[in-house]
């Protein structure tokens, strides 16, 4: 089974500056992907960034980077130049190879991005 | 392109009384579909997903089902409702064979009282 783990509830970051958000994860899927996903206060849920376990090099999507070290087994969220529109629920969810058709999610990170 | 669509946004509800939440997709054949619960500032929990019509897999045990009747419509119920079922809930599509990403519905805000 996959488990993930966020152990920051909280964060706060001055505007812009960058910040990272934690998640660490454990498998024993030989194959599997990573997700971040951002919510903000509406309730919607956006995909932001995806790592796969057999990607050569971190993922990046504008401001959002992925810093993934495998054999640590972590994911983190890198948010460069934070805006205040950054200000939200962030999760991180992974897949296994075994278990393709379902997404596992960790209890998230409130960021607040302070002007 | 691909939308996902699920509604009503947000109900009251009293304990005991019935429950249906429904999500279409629209721009895709044969994807997988989610219901996941989001209790209030917690994580998201997988309740159902679904790989084809009348396929429905259950995550955990509880007081809710899921149908599928239809390719790209997938439904959560309840037949009496527990304050417990109180929370977000989310409905998610995913292609196949292997997408690689999982989008969102709105979200249905339920409140049991």
């Known amino acids: 089974a996959q488990k993930i783990t966020q152990t920051q509830p909280g964060m706060f970051v001055q505007e812009k500056e960058a910040v990272t958000l934690d998640c660490t994860y454990d498998t024993s899927d030989p194959s599997y992907g990573l997700f971040w996903y951002k919510q903000p206060s509406s309730g919607e849920m956006i995909f932001l960034i995806y790592q796969g376990s057999y990607d050569q090099q971190n993922a990046t999507e504008g401001r959002y980077s992925l810093n993934f070290q495998k054999a640590r087994k972590s994911a983190n969220l890198v948010i460069s130049a934070s805006q205040l529109g950054d200000s939200a629920m962030y999760f991180c969810?992974?897949?296994?190879?075994?278990?393709?058709?379902?997404?596992?999610f960790g209890s998230g990170t409130k960021l607040n991005v302070k002007p | 392109s691909q939308t996902i669509h699920q509604w009503p946004a947000t109900l009251v509800q009293p304990v005991g009384s019935p429950l249906s939440l429904e999500c279409t997709v629209e721009g895709t054949s044969n994807p997988n579909l989610y219901w996941y619960r989001q209790a209030a500032g917690r994580g998201l929990q997988l309740l159902f997903y679904s790989v084809g019509i009348g396929q429905i897999s259950s995550e955990v045990p509880q007081n809710l089902s899921a149908s599928r009747p239809q390719d790209r419509q997938f439904i959560l119920s309840s037949k009496k409702l527990l304050l417990s079922d109180s929370g977000f809930y989310l409905c998610?599509?995913?292609?196949?064979?292997?997408?690689?990403?999982?989008?969102f519905g709105e979200g249905s805000w339920l409140t049991v009282v």
């Open positions: 969810a992974m897949r296994g190879l075994y278990n393709f058709n379902k997404f596992y």
């Open positions: 998610a599509w995913n292609p196949q064979p292997s997408g690689n990403t999982i989008y």
